[in-house]
């Protein structure tokens, strides 16, 4: 008899060799009931030591419910692949450089059991400089403006697949779209407890230089720039690519 699940962990990953196995670590340690849980780790091409990583943590914890699966290049993409796989009516989707609070998993079937079947974390960076802690501080609030991808995301599975999953369109702010979506229909808490999650983008950028550019992203997004515009500010003023 297949067991029921009650939680589907969903990370999307490329290159995260430098991380993914402390992530997994922590994952079954701050789980309440890792036996209910499956986690999903959708790899969109990596070409470094990711895939091998994966399968060597597998291998040592055989008891554990921990697949990988492969799928194309693309958050949205993978995110989606990932909850297509999933055997759980519960989604949790999760970036490869955050790591939920102790308990992850009762935390979202408590706020899932109260009538919420949408939500995140508040945030905070591994980081304490005076920006980021200010950043993270606002997250407590439930307010559209302060939500991101790096907070992670759970949702009901139904719920997810009545908006048609994460919009493929979009190669960066998918998660921002989404969100957008489940405020519009009144759908969404933050969980008091606090995610941390990596500050590496912003110490290799520059606090105040990644800063602007996110917030012009989110404006050009908010006066109705194209998927498509949006990636190439963000190849040309972010990732380096012109």
């Known amino acids: 008899m297949k067991k029921v699940l009650d939680l589907s962990i969903i990370i999307p990953v490329l290159n995260e060799a430098n991380g993914i196995e402390a992530l997994l670590s922590h994952l079954l340690k701050n789980l309440q009931n890792p036996d209910s849980c499956e986690i999903i780790i959708v790899?969109?091409?990596?070409?470094?030591?990711?895939?091998?990583?994966?399968?060597?943590?597998?291998e040592t914890h055989p008891s554990k419910n921990i697949r990988t699966i492969n799928s194309a290049k693309g958050r949205a993409v993978q995110m989606n692949v990932g909850a297509k796989a999933s055997s759980s009516d519960l989604l949790y989707f999760l970036h490869a450089d955050s790591f939920p609070p102790k308990h992850f998993d009762q935390f979202i079937k408590q706020q899932v059991a109260l009538g919420n079947p949408a939500g995140c974390f508040r945030l905070q960076f591994d980081s304490n400089?005076?920006?980021?802690?200010?950043?993270?501080?606002?997250?407590?609030?439930?307010?559209?403006?302060?939500?991101?991808?790096?907070?992670?995301?759970?949702?009901?599975?139904v719920l997810f697949d009545s908006f048609g999953g994460y919009n493929e369109?979009?190669?960066?702010?998918e998660d921002n779209v989404l969100i957008c979506d489940l405020y519009k229909a009144g759908h969404f808490v933050v969980i008091p407890e606090a995610i941390t999650t990596s500050a590496r983008l912003y110490r290799k950028k520059g606090i105040g230089r990644l800063q602007f550019h996110f917030w012009v992203i989110h404006f050009k997004k908010k006066f109705g720039a194209s998927p498509e515009s949006l990636y190439k500010y963000y190849?040309?003023?972010?990732?380096?690519?012109?």
């Open 43 to 58: 790899d969109g091409g990596s070409t470094d030591q990711t895939p091998q990583l994966v399968q060597g943590f597998c």
């Open 129 to 157: 400089h005076w920006w980021l802690r200010i950043a993270g501080w606002f997250t407590k609030y439930n307010w559209k403006a302060c939500r991101g991808g790096d907070q992670s995301l759970f949702i009901n599975k």
């Open 169 to 173: 369109a979009y190669k960066i702010y």
């Open 235 to 242: 190849q040309k003023n972010i990732s380096g690519v012109s």
